[in-house]
């Protein structure tokens, strides 16, 4: 505010840009999601990993800072700091550090930069050959464009081994196939970021059923009580459907038998009657069979509903996906209710 001839001026003073996190690529995607939905093997375990990678999906579907902290119960100012070291470091910045003694002579930027490369193909980086070997990669980190990085052969492999670097066989449904990837990502970020209150997002998670938990006993010796194994779902199998308004961040949702057509656009009827007032809204969901049916289509249209898919391998970009995994886990020990129908 600026005071000139007696006259007060207003300056407009722009606000900082919302602290979010950069597309993910197909594989961070789907590790991450694996990551929340089935957790890691016994030995691997880690909290910190596991609520880094929510705070990462979750801002990947497009929640605020806020609803974040609310979600994995932390400071907001904890929440910016992960999205920030994952902008910058990849997924990396999920393992938690706690060193000590002299300077590195590789540097955590260092390190990132030779997994990125080791994850790239080379001719994308204008080498002549399909893959990396160790001797290649190290002659390419010692001279190029972007970082020289001078590295042992040896120091390589621990440090690729470190990250959970293998060398495998090329497999192509790592990638998302979909020619229309980037314009469905633009899409569903334009409605997000111009219609926040006339988004909402549709997932399905499951099949949930009933786990053993083992327990402790006192038993003779050699002669355990033993539980019985659930190979077979004799009470079959649960499907639970969430809808969740990004404008209100509120989720509802409703166990179901199986995944349907009828269910399916029951959610999408249940999005509608939060905003029954006949303006368009916006529906995002993956790319299930299920949700492209003509009937679901047809209704659509009719009642100004306008669907946004997901690009194939990409339904990590469902903003329910992060928040229904935590009501999903719970569905499976008591039945979860809804005050909209779904």
């Known amino acids: 505010m600026v005071r000139r001839l007696g006259v007060l001026v207003v300056q407009a003073v722009g606000m900082a840009e919302l602290v979010r996190v950069r597309r993910l690529s197909d594989d961070e995607g789907r590790r991450l999601q694996r990551l929340v939905r089935r957790g890691e093997g016994k030995g691997q375990a880690s909290v910190v990993r596991y609520r880094r990678a929510m705070v990462i999906l979750a801002s990947a579907g497009g929640n605020t800072v806020p609803v974040i902290a609310r979600l994995v119960q932390t400071s907001e100012d904890r929440v910016r700091e992960v999205i920030h070291n994952f902008n910058r470091l990849g997924m990396v910045c999920l393992d938690p550090k706690w060193a000590g003694g002299r300077p590195r002579r590789i540097t955590i930027d260092d390190e990132a930069f030779v997994v990125e490369t080791a994850n790239t193909r080379p001719e994308k980086l204008g080498r002549p050959f399909t893959r990396w070997s160790i001797r290649k990669l190290v002659q390419y980190l010692g001279d190029n464009p972007t970082r020289v990085v001078k590295i042992g052969r040896e120091r390589l492999r621990e440090l690729l081994a470190k990250h959970g670097i293998t060398f495998q066989r090329t497999k192509t449904w790592k990638e998302s196939n979909d020619p229309d990837r980037d314009p469905k990502l633009d899409r569903i970020e334009h409605v997000l970021d111009q219609h926040p209150d006339r988004c909402f997002a549709f997932d399905e998670f499951g ?3 009933i786990h053993p938990v083992g327990g402790c006993c006192w038993a003779a010796r050699k002669k355990p009580q033993r539980l019985r194994a659930n190979y077979h779902k004799t009470c079959g199998v649960r499907q639970f459907h969430a809808a969740y308004s990004v404008g209100d961040d509120t ?12 269910n399916s656009l029951a959610a999408i009827q249940s999005c509608r009657a939060a905003r029954p007032d006949g303006e368009p809204i916006y529906v995002i969901l993956d790319n299930l069979s299920a949700h492209k049916a003509k009937k679901i289509k047809a ?24 928040t229904s995994v935590r009501c999903a886990s719970s569905s499976s020990r008591t039945p979860i209710m809804s005050t909209t129908p779904c």
């Open 251 to 262: 989720m509802w949702g409703v166990c179901r038998s199986k995944k349907s057509i009828g």
């Open 207 to 209: 099949p949930l059923a």
């Open 299 to 322: 209704w659509c249209a009719k009642n100004n509903v306008e669907l946004c898919f997901t690009p194939t391998y990409s339904s990590w970009r469902t903003r329910s996906n992060a």
